[in-house]
């Protein structure tokens, strides 16, 4: 314990920035409160576990085994000797009144420690996180030849190490070597933008796995191709059936369409994913350059489509040299798309609710005929439809109905999961292009400001005709990548 309390000192006492004094204290707020919450509860149910007894609230069942006398111990126990007579029985309850009292410190004080350390900790972690963004906003090449990269760099890696490793190990840090340096990159950079990417993809990500079209769920492959088949067999087929016999009345027929349309575009929304899943290379040429919509993301000549689109997400959300402007406009984008996809989703979700429930209430959503309901007054189905067989006697009318309602969660599904999944695409594409028009503004600004007065070495040496082209060539490249 004596090196992770020192080092507890050491950061409270190296702590010289008012906004990392400041994550800090908001730790050890939470730890005290964490810390008190705990001791109070722990009072009291002491208290309550000494007290009850001298009250005459018996917290145990009194047995006539180990209990003899008209006095009882603070717990069952018993003792080769005779207690309960004075002072035996008041030096024996008192020992386990104390006994009590260790208890209780063992249990409840080393946690409070152990949290107040961990919120301490986490603090530190949030501390080097916000210091190694500031170091790669300071040099966003990430270049480790560069001088002021080189200075910094290591002290933030020996920093990640020693959290990582308390209490601190001197053996460790010199096993450490340059080569683990620079490998603990990804994991310092990208470890908060991870839970932004998960935090904007979240919604989405679930919503298409309970699909089975995320990609890497080759366990759920064929889910699409069971969703299809429920609809078109046990929905749409008995709907156009249905629709054949009611031709001559036109409120019947609008009937029949407002459900059956759903249920054919669902199907065609369904076996459009299932059919693009798999996908052929597509190359686009602009001047003399020929871009393969494929190559940039490093995928072999046959890869799923949805791949393509949610790895070219994956990594702008994980780029490691994103300043404060361009993760705000992400974030403002992911929190449009979360929203219009909640209101989605909940609407969705009341309109199957009152789809289903209704019915079950007494209210009738379609127009009962007896064309297709039969016998006349008797139960009916969820949606207008016929089948070519006795479905009103059980147990052919209830899996008849339960298909039917599976079949409409499908419906559901189909109709508002994609165009959610595709609006968070727009949006998110269209922070991308907001971003691309920054930068641009950025570059020509920087051209601008360059040509009308000498700055240093360094912004001279950015201004350079060849510099200036490639940072071009790169705005150039990723406009094809995002309109492509």
């Known amino acids: 314990m004596n090196p992770v309390v020192e080092s507890m000192r050491q950061d409270w006492l190296g702590t ?3 906004w990392s004094s400041k994550i800090m204290r908001s730790a050890a707020a939470k730890g005290r409160i964490f810390a008190m919450s705990g001791y109070l509860i722990m009072v009291g149910c002491y208290f309550g576990f000494a007290v009850s007894p001298f009250l005459g609230f018996n917290i145990r069942m009194v047995s006539n085994i180990t209990d003899y006398g008209g006095r009882h111990m603070l717990v069952q126990s018993y003792y080769p000797y005779d207690y309960s007579k004075s002072p035996i029985f008041e030096l024996t309850f008192g020992s386990q009144l104390v006994a009590g009292i260790f208890i209780g410190l063992s249990v409840s004080v080393p946690d409070n420690y152990f949290a107040a350390l961990m919120f301490h900790y986490s603090a530190q972690f949030e501390i080097l996180g916000a210091r190694v963004e500031q170091l790669i906003r300071d040099d966003c090449s990430l270049d480790a030849e560069s001088h002021f990269f080189s200075e910094n760099w290591p002290g933030l890696v020996d920093r990640h190490v020693h959290l990582m490793t308390l209490p601190n190990n001197t053996k460790l840090h010199s096993i450490i070597n340059g080569h683990r340096k620079l490998n603990a990159l990804p994991i310092l950079v990208s470890s908060r933008l991870t839970n932004n990417y998960n935090w904007a993809v979240g919604l989405n990500r679930w919503s298409l796995r309970l699909m089975g079209i995320w990609p890497g769920e080759r366990q759920q492959y064929l889910r699409v191709p069971f969703m299809i088949g429920i609809i078109f067999f046990c929905l749409f087929l008995p709907q ?18 407002l459900t059956s349309c759903a249920a054919l575009t669902s199907c065609f929304k369904l076996l459009f994913f299932w059919q693009n899943r798999q996908g ?13 919509l494929y190559t940039c993301l490093r995928t072999a000549t046959t890869v799923q489509v949805l791949d393509l689109v949610i790895e070219s997400m994956r ?53 009962s ?19 070519p067989f006795d479905y009103s006697a059980s147990p052919t009318f209830e899996l008849a109905y339960f298909l039917q309602l599976v079949g409409s ?34 570059l020509i600004d920087e051209v601008t400001t360059t040509r009308d007065c000498s700055g240093p070495a360094a912004v001279a040496d950015r201004s350079d005709p060849s510099t200036i082209n490639r940072r071009l060539g790169r705005l150039v490249d990723r406009h094809v990548h995002l309109y492509s």
């Open 16 to 18: 010289r920035q008012d």
């Open 240 to 257: 156009m059936y249905a629709l054949v016999l009611v031709m001559q009345h036109l409120p019947l027929v609008i009937d029949n369409l």
């Open 280 to 292: 052929k290379s597509i190359y686009i040429t602009y001047g003399r350059r020929k871009y393969s």
């Open 315 to 367: 990594k702008d959300w994980l780029r490691g040299c994103m300043d404060q402007r361009t993760r705000k406009t992400m974030l403002k984008a992911a929190s449009r798309a979360r929203l219009i996809t909640t209101l989605d989703y909940s609407v969705m979700a009341s309109c199957y609710a009152g789809f289903v429930v209704a019915p079950l209430l007494g209210f009738d959503l379609r127009t």
């Open 369 to 387: 005929n007896n064309i297709t309901d039969y016998p006349p007054g008797g139960r009916k189905l969820l949606v207008q439809s016929y089948y």
């Open 409 to 442: 969660f499908f419906v559901g599904m189909a109709v508002s999961i994609p165009d959610d999944y595709f609006g968070a695409l727009i949006l998110h594409a269209s922070a991308q292009f907001s971003v691309l028009a920054a930068r641009i503004d950025g």
